[in-house]
């Protein structure tokens, strides 16, 4: 997959608590919420996570699968 991205996030799934995410340079990673930013951060510290020129979402922008601890 061709982009221009620095990050593109998968579509939202329903059976885990993880997204895909595509760190330019690096590949695909399974992220959960908490480790996203950090994640991104350390590959480009400047990235603003909240511009869609540089992190594409496919679907639902922010938004992480439902999970609840204790949950396989």
Do not use: C, N
């Not at 951060?41 to 922010?62: L, M």
């Amino acid at each position: 997959m061709e982009t221009t991205h620095k990050v593109d996030v998968a579509p939202l799934g329903s059976d885990h608590r993880y997204r895909r995410v595509h760190i330019q340079g690096m590949g695909w990673e399974e992220l959960e919420r908490e480790e996203f930013e950090p994640r991104v951060r350390r590959a480009f510290p400047d990235i603003d996570v909240s511009d869609p020129d540089q992190v594409h979402w496919a679907d639902h922008p922010g938004e992480w699968p439902r999970w609840q601890p204790g949950e396989a």
